[in-house]
């Protein structure tokens, strides 16, 4: 049996995609709701295989300079693939860095527990690495694969359901600007200005494929019978575009379901904006509650009404995971909320010139991160940790309490938290 790895051809990209689950009509997620989808069920497979019409659609999307597909031939036949997105990630000090996204992956289930995945997972970080991308991201489909490659969960979101009757500000909101319900072409326009604004203030952010928001003019009915998409726009005093939000009011017979205003998308530039927004959002005409999907952990609305309680969190979902590629680059790269030195025990299983001693010298103007052979180690880990670490979301306390990191110094754990640490957490809303 003849297995190789290499970059997809032109004239391969047909097979590529129907190795996909989607081409397929299989499913593309564990099935279960995710805190990213505002509705009651699961998100849905295609209806059907793609058509040939449909493959040549996809083959077109996917000719571009930003996608790089990988994949797995077995005596020639291609059996697995995968893909790098060319994407930006703000990271703290909010610098806006180059990060491979990975996509698009799967194994023929003829062909899996074969090692085949390892193997494209290693040809497309040897790729990102040739491309200058220290840090490599992706969305899991499946919670227990990619862990094996040194990815981590570094971002999380959330589904909050609150009741209308519930849904009362603890102080009257005076709006300066104005509220607007828009088209779909005008939201278009919108949503990327407004999102160009918001990640280069938000660490975690990412910056969208091409073509991101051009759904957004056709205003395609969803298969899933949630209703068309509704385009709420905040305009600050001036006339600018502050804020914007995406949400449907989907008819259902059944009482339990009737009657729910769900938010896909929302962001607002600042607070006048956030609450006008919200402010109207649950309180709309003729609903019985709001569900809000995507959501940063760190929900402010929360702190706005009267009763904090009647905000239930109903789904959290890891988003972003990260896999550091090159730890000297990522660590020298992101700023740090307090000045300290650490010596820092890396190991990487798939990545040996990440493995070593690295001495962290950092602070809120910038670090340098040096090898350290012969230092004393203050605290040890993979690059594993490291990814769900590196944006400030997670704790390294959390991980040394679950036996993930190690303690080499006294109180060195908890100086790593102080430096690593964020006002508030990391949050990506786009996916890719």
Same mark, same amino acid.
């Given at each position: 049996?003849?297995?190789?790895?290499?970059?997809?051809?032109?004239?391969?990209?047909?097979?590529?995609?129907?190795?996909?689950?989607?081409?397929?009509?299989?499913?593309?997620?564990?099935?279960?709701?995710?805190?990213?989808?505002?509705?009651?069920?699961?998100?849905?497979?295609?209806?059907?295989?793609?058509?040939?019409?449909?493959?040549?659609?996809?083959?077109?999307?996917?000719?571009?300079?930003?996608?790089?597909?990988?994949?797995?031939?077995?005596?020639?036949?291609?059996?697995?693939?995968?893909?790098?997105?060319?994407?930006?990630?703000?990271?703290?000090?909010?610098?806006?860095?180059?990060?491979?996204?990975?996509?698009?992956?799967?194994?023929?289930?003829?062909?899996?527990?074969?090692?085949?995945?390892?193997?494209?997972?290693?040809?497309?970080?040897?790729?990102?690495?040739?491309?200058?991308?220290?840090?490599?991201?992706?969305?899991?489909?499946?919670?227990?694969?990619?862990?094996?490659?040194?990815?981590?969960?570094?971002?999380?979101?959330?589904?909050?359901?609150?009741?209308?009757?519930?849904?009362?500000?603890?102080?009257?909101?005076?709006?300066?600007?104005?509220?607007?319900?828009?088209?779909?072409?005008?939201?278009?326009?919108?949503?990327?200005?407004?999102?160009?604004?918001?990640?280069?203030?938000?660490?975690?952010?990412?910056?969208?494929?091409?073509?991101?928001?051009?759904?957004?003019?056709?205003?395609?009915?969803?298969?899933?019978?949630?209703?068309?998409?509704?385009?709420?726009?905040?305009?600050?005093?001036?006339?600018?575009?502050?804020?914007?939000?995406?949400?449907?009011?989907?008819?259902?017979?059944?009482?339990?379901?009737?009657?729910?205003?769900?938010?896909?998308?929302?962001?607002?530039?600042?607070?006048?904006?956030?609450?006008?927004?919200?402010?109207?959002?649950? =309180?709309?005409?003729?609903?019985? !509650?709001?569900?809000?999907? @995507?959501?940063?952990? $760190?929900?402010? &609305?929360?702190? #706005? /009404?009267?009763?904090?309680?009647?905000?239930?969190?109903?789904?959290?979902?890891?988003?972003?995971?990260?896999?550091?590629?090159?730890?000297?680059?990522?660590?020298?790269?992101?700023?740090?909320?307090?000045?300290?030195?650490?010596?820092?025990?890396?190991?990487?299983?798939?990545?040996?010139?990440?493995?070593?001693?690295?001495?962290?010298?950092?602070?809120?103007?910038?670090?340098?991160?040096?090898?350290?052979?012969?230092?004393?180690?203050?605290?040890?880990?993979?690059?594993?940790?490291?990814?769900?670490?590196?944006?400030?979301?997670?704790?390294?306390? =959390?991980?040394?309490?679950?036996? !993930?990191?190690?303690?080499? @110094?006294?109180?060195? $754990?908890?100086? &790593?938290?102080? #430096? /690593?640490?964020?006002?508030?957490?990391?949050?990506?809303?786009?996916?890719?």
């Amino acid at each position: 049996m003849a297995i190789e790895f290499r970059p997809v051809t032109e004239s391969e990209i047909r097979d590529y995609l129907r190795v996909l689950p989607y081409v397929n009509g299989l499913p593309q997620e564990e099935p279960r709701p995710s805190a990213w989808y505002a509705g009651h069920a699961a998100w849905p497979p295609q209806p059907a295989p793609a058509s040939d019409e449909d493959l040549d659609r996809y083959a077109e999307e996917v000719r571009s300079d930003w996608f790089r597909p990988q994949a797995a031939f077995v005596d020639g036949k291609l059996v697995g693939a995968s893909a790098i997105v060319s994407v930006e990630v703000t990271i703290p000090g909010l610098r806006q860095v180059p990060m491979g996204g990975v996509t698009s992956t799967a194994v023929m289930a003829t062909h899996r527990r074969k090692g085949l995945l390892r193997g494209i997972m290693t040809a497309m970080l040897t790729d990102c690495r040739e491309h200058g991308e220290f840090v490599v991201g992706l969305s899991a489909s499946e919670g227990s694969i990619y862990g094996r490659y040194g990815f981590s969960p570094a971002t999380f979101q959330e589904r909050w359901e609150l009741q209308r009757t519930e849904a009362k500000f603890r102080e009257p909101v005076q709006d300066s600007g104005e509220l607007d319900l828009v088209d779909g072409p005008t939201a278009a326009e919108v949503w990327p200005v407004l999102h160009e604004q918001v990640r280069a203030r938000r660490v975690g952010e990412i910056s969208p494929l091409p073509g991101k928001w051009d759904g957004l003019e056709a205003n395609a009915l969803p298969r899933d019978g949630s209703g068309p998409a509704r385009h709420l726009v905040h305009r600050d005093a001036n006339g600018v575009v502050d804020g914007a939000a995406i949400f449907r009011l989907p008819w259902s017979p059944d009482p339990a379901l009737a009657g729910a205003l769900q938010v896909e998308a929302f962001e607002a530039l600042n607070l006048n904006a956030y609450r006008a927004l919200w402010s109207l959002l649950t =309180d709309f005409d003729l609903t019985n !509650r709001v569900v809000a999907a @995507r959501r940063p952990v $760190v929900e402010p &609305l929360r702190w #706005m /009404l009267a009763n904090q309680r009647a905000m239930r969190v109903t789904r959290t979902r890891d988003n972003l995971w990260l896999r550091i590629l090159d730890v000297v680059a990522a660590l020298e790269a992101r700023a740090y909320a307090v000045p300290g030195s650490l010596v820092l025990e890396v190991t990487d299983d798939l990545c040996e010139w990440n493995a070593g001693r690295w001495h962290l010298e950092a602070g809120p103007d910038g670090a340098t991160c040096t090898a350290a052979p012969a230092a004393q180690v203050d605290v040890s880990l993979s690059t594993t940790e490291l990814g769900s670490l590196y944006l400030g979301g997670v704790s390294p306390g =959390d991980l040394l309490a679950a036996g !993930r990191i190690g303690e080499h @110094r006294p109180g060195a $754990v908890s100086r &790593l938290g102080g #430096m /690593l640490r964020l006002d508030t957490a990391p949050h990506n809303a786009v996916g890719f």
